[in-house]
């Protein structure tokens, strides 16, 4: 079946580091691929998303690309602040409707 | 636009008492699953409806709960009894079939506390 594997947490960098969240999938077909972010209290939200090989999603400063031949899509900011700490899923949707998620990555940023 | 709207927020009950969580999915959004969060299992999906019909209830722990949508504008998750190891944050969201490929729209959730 589908799966997601991503970077073990928590992820913690001074503000306006460098940031790289891993994440792997396994799939049959051609998913697609997205990543929510989680901020303290609320629920998921979409950050970005790509639906074909090669695409970049971006949003907010942050950038994935759809890696097919590596089966990734990491999660890159050039610079983080203190207002990026949250929780970030990575997730799929193969074949069938329901999307399936990683485990989530815990990001803290430090001024 | 309003997003996914679910109702309470918090909810704090005794082990025993059935518990009714609501969702009010995106105006014209076919879709709504209804997932669980805590910190040892990350997010379940429970169900999900595609135009008020089930779809896939694997995800649903036990017969305790249960889950319908009377309509294209409500949902609700209901657990009867009612017990500590279902403390949770619960969340609905809901999807479009002809939209951005699968992409959920979350509501804030529904955090649940059986004491």
């Known amino acids: 079946g589908d799966s997601v594997t991503q970077m073990e947490g928590p992820v913690t960098l001074s503000e306006e580091a460098f940031l790289t969240i891993n994440c792997t999938y396994t799939a049959t077909g051609y998913p697609s691929l997205f990543w929510y972010v989680q901020y303290p209290g609320e629920g998921l939200q979409l950050l970005l998303k790509a639906t074909k090989a090669d695409d970049k999603g971006s949003n907010k400063g942050f950038e994935a690309t759809y890696r097919k031949e590596t089966t990734s899509f990491h999660l890159e900011k050039g610079s983080v602040q203190v207002s990026d700490s949250a929780v970030y899923f990575c997730a799929l949707s193969g074949s069938a409707r329901q999307l399936t998620f990683g485990s989530g990555t815990q990001l803290t940023v430090l001024p | 636009d309003a997003g996914v709207i679910q109702s309470p927020r918090h909810e704090v009950t005794e082990m025993g008492q059935e518990v009714t969580l609501r969702c009010k999915p995106i105006?014209?959004?076919?879709?709504l699953f209804w997932y669980r969060q805590t910190m040892m299992r990350g997010l379940e999906l429970l169900i999900y409806f595609n135009n008020n019909v089930p779809i896939d209830d694997s995800g649903m722990p036990e017969d305790r709960f249960s889950a319908k949508m009377p309509n294209a504008s409500f949902s609700t998750l209901k657990i009867q009894p009612s017990e500590p190891r279902d403390s949770a944050v619960y969340f609905c969201a809901s999807s479009l079939a002809t939209g951005q490929r699968y992409e959920q729209y979350f509501g804030p959730g529904t955090r649940l506390t059986v004491t």
């Open positions: 105006s014209g959004h076919d879709y």
